[in-house]
């Protein structure tokens, strides 16, 4: 395909409709902080041309230029050719309201998690007080860049065992202008964490199980797998996790936990722990909540799942 193929296409609007109607002809997924084909061709479009979403309305009337054609269908073949998610196309992603730097070696920012940042986690934590907080699988750094910002007091450490995506958390890092505030370490889980206790343990981990993924969309199958899956169940990362957690959180700390949904799966290992599952009014389930007490009180249940 070429732009010999499509001379009709002239305005930003006519590039929009083309790629919406595209896309869905295509039958493409959207799962990346999008629902639908509109969207999707419109951030493209409106990427490739260095525009964002507040431009005026008669913008959308506006002719581009044979280079701006070219960019601009190159930018959709992308995603309706090799089936990527938008934001690995544009690299940019938007969290808890910040933009992030993303690549092919990181998830899409997408956790509801989000929406308890933006509340500085009330009634849980007090944005007021001197917090720390640590970021467990952090990929892109997207939750613990956010817990950075919507709790200005908080000191938050951040890990992830992979070094590609410990390098675009650094550039995320250096974008938030937070060396003061956050630190990246290399981690598999618990393993190079430092000895201290913390406020909020949260994580986003990977949480896939085995047939799930056999049976995932193309767009999921382009981030990295090292981020989702996790064993049969999916579950082998979350019981390290709930193993090792009770010993690096304070006496009052709690941790916050995405399994999407593998939620059925963690109840079906540990069906006496009662999890608090979170509600949002912006969408999204799958996300518990522990204290230390509880973790603590439940110890032998996740020590006799991690060693089995």
Same mark, same amino acid.
């Given at each position: 395909?070429?732009?010999s193929?499509?001379?009709e296409?002239?305005?930003?609007?006519?590039w929009?409709?083309?790629g919406?109607?595209?896309?869905?002809e295509?039958?493409?997924?959207?799962?990346?902080?999008?629902?639908?084909?509109?969207?999707?061709?419109?951030?493209?479009?409106?990427?490739?041309?260095?525009?964002?979403?507040?431009?005026?309305?008669?913008?959308?009337?506006?002719?581009?230029?044979s280079?701006?054609?070219?960019r601009?269908?190159?930018? !959709?073949?992308?995603?309706?050719?090799?089936?990527?998610?938008?934001?690995?196309?544009?690299?940019?992603?938007?969290?808890?309201?910040?933009?992030?730097?993303?690549n092919?070696?990181? !998830?899409?920012?997408r956790?509801?998690i989000?929406?308890?940042?933006?509340?500085?986690?009330?009634p849980w934590?007090?944005?007021?007080?001197?917090?720390?907080?640590?970021?467990?699988?952090?990929?892109?750094?997207c939750?613990?860049?956010?817990?950075?910002h919507?709790?200005p007091?908080?000191?938050v450490?951040?890990?992830?065992?992979?070094?590609?995506?410990?390098?675009?958390?650094k550039?995320?890092?250096?974008?938030?202008q937070?060396?003061?505030?956050?630190?990246?370490?290399?981690?598999?889980v618990f393993?190079?964490?430092?000895?201290?206790?913390?406020?909020?343990?949260?994580?986003?981990?990977?949480?896939?199980?085995?047939?799930?993924?056999?049976?995932?969309?193309?767009?999921?199958?382009?981030?990295?797998?090292?981020?989702?899956?996790?064993?049969?169940?999916?579950?082998?990362?979350?019981?390290?996790i709930?193993?090792?957690?009770a010993?690096?959180?304070?006496?009052?700390?709690?941790?916050?936990?995405?399994?999407g949904?593998?939620?059925?799966?963690?109840?079906q290992?540990?069906?006496?722990?009662?999890?608090?599952?979170?509600?949002f009014?912006?969408?999204?389930?799958?996300?518990?909540?522990l204290?230390?007490?509880?973790l603590?009180?439940?110890?032998?249940?996740?020590?006799?799942?991690?060693?089995?």
């Amino acid at each position: 395909m070429n732009l010999s193929e499509l001379k009709e296409l002239s305005s930003i609007r006519d590039w929009v409709r083309w790629g919406n109607s595209r896309f869905v002809e295509a039958g493409l997924c959207f799962g990346h902080g999008s629902d639908n084909a509109f969207d999707e061709s419109l951030a493209l479009v409106l990427h490739a041309l260095h525009l964002d979403h507040s431009l005026p309305p008669d913008f959308l009337d506006a002719h581009l230029t044979s280079d701006e054609k070219e960019r601009v269908l190159d930018y !959709l073949l992308q995603r309706l050719q090799q089936h990527l998610p938008v934001a690995y196309i544009t690299h940019e992603a938007y969290f808890a309201g910040l933009s992030f730097y993303v690549n092919e070696n990181v !998830l899409v920012p997408r956790s509801p998690i989000a929406e308890l940042i933006e509340s500085a986690f009330e009634p849980w934590l007090q944005a007021d007080d001197d917090l720390r907080i640590l970021d467990l699988c952090t990929g892109s750094a997207c939750i613990a860049i956010a817990c950075a910002h919507y709790l200005p007091h908080a000191q938050v450490d951040a890990s992830d065992i992979s070094p590609s995506a410990l390098e675009v958390a650094k550039i995320n890092v250096e974008r938030h202008q937070l060396h003061d505030q956050l630190t990246l370490y290399r981690s598999d889980v618990f393993d190079d964490i430092p000895d201290v206790q913390y406020d909020l343990i949260v994580s986003n981990p990977p949480y896939v199980s085995l047939d799930e993924m056999q049976s995932l969309p193309e767009e999921f199958l382009n981030e990295p797998a090292l981020g989702l899956e996790a064993g049969e169940d999916g579950m082998d990362i979350v019981s390290r996790i709930l193993c090792q957690g009770a010993r690096y959180l304070k006496p009052n700390g709690i941790m916050i936990v995405e399994v999407g949904d593998s939620m059925g799966y963690l109840m079906q290992r540990y069906p006496q722990v009662p999890f608090l599952w979170l509600d949002f009014e912006r969408g999204g389930h799958g996300v518990f909540l522990l204290t230390k007490d509880q973790l603590l009180q439940y110890q032998e249940f996740f020590l006799e799942e991690c060693e089995s």
